[in-house]
T-cell receptor
Framework: EPEVTQTPSHQVTQMGQEVILRCVPI?????FYWYRQILGQKVEFLVS????????KSEIFDDQFSVERPDGSNFTLKIRSTKLEDSAMYFC??????????FGSGTQLSVL | KNEVEQSPQNLTAQEGEFITINCSYS?????LHWLQQHPGGGIVSLFM???GKKKHGRLIATINIQEKHSSLHITASHPRDSAVYIC???????????FGTGTRLQVFP
């Protein structure tokens, strides 16, 4: 079965540093998403991306966050100046029209 | 109040039992997803529903749009079914996925 791949699997960073989380969605998918899950809490929607632009974003997705699809295959989430409360598991997902979601295995971000 | 509520929050079962997990939501939706999250954290999509019923192996998912309710059933449960099961809805006219808090299922041999 096709897979969504995420790198790195773990990222440790100092508060205030920039991080870029990378995702390779399934090749023929059109819709891309980032979600996060703080330890012990439910999964939260961050942003959806379609046709090379953001289609929806949550209140969490403030000016510190940005997404890009720089080369037609990668889909990145950038956090410009990380805060302690950004520590979470970040999941990328992709889907086609009328399909179920395919999730990556996540990037565990720890901000110290 | 959460827009997506699941019950029960925790569920234990003996191998072979029939299991039902419920999901109620308060917003208009275009679709509902049932997801499975294993202890390692990875998330697998089990079903996407917009109406009726779907079956895959021992798993059955139903949705009643008028009652804003969905159920996930597991027949002949097995210890490998132990996981957190998450209901998530796609709010109508958006791409936003709203997640429930999950139901933690443990199936004992």
């Amino acid at each position: 079965e096709p897979e969504v791949t995420q790198t790195p699997s773990h990222q440790v960073t100092q508060m205030g540093q920039e991080v870029i989380l990378r995702c390779v969605p399934i090749s023929n998918h059109l819709y891309f998403y980032w979600y996060r899950q703080i330890l012990g809490q439910k999964v939260e929607f961050l942003v959806s991306f379609y046709n090379n632009e953001i289609s929806e974003k949550s209140e969490i997705f403030d000016d510190q966050f940005s997404v890009e699809r720089p080369d037609g295959s990668n889909f990145t989430l950038k956090i410009r100046s990380t805060k302690l409360e950004d520590s979470a598991m970040y999941f990328c997902a992709s889907t086609g029209i009328g399909e179920k979601l395919f999730f990556g295995s996540g990037t565990q971000l720890s901000v110290l | 109040k959460n827009e997506v509520e699941q019950s029960p929050q925790n569920l234990t079962a003996q191998e072979g039992e029939f299991i039902t997990i419920n999901c109620s939501y308060s917003v208009g939706i275009s679709a509902l997803h049932w997801l499975q999250q294993h202890p390692g954290g990875g998330i697998v999509s089990l079903f996407m529903l917009s109406s009726g019923k779907k079956k895959h192996g021992r798993l059955i998912a139903t949705i009643n749009i008028q009652e804003k309710h969905s159920s996930l059933h597991i027949t002949a449960s097995h210890p490998r079914d132990s996981a957190v099961y998450i209901c998530a809805v796609v709010a109508r006219r958006t791409d936003k996925l709203i997640f429930g808090t999950g139901t933690r299922l443990q199936v004992f041999p």
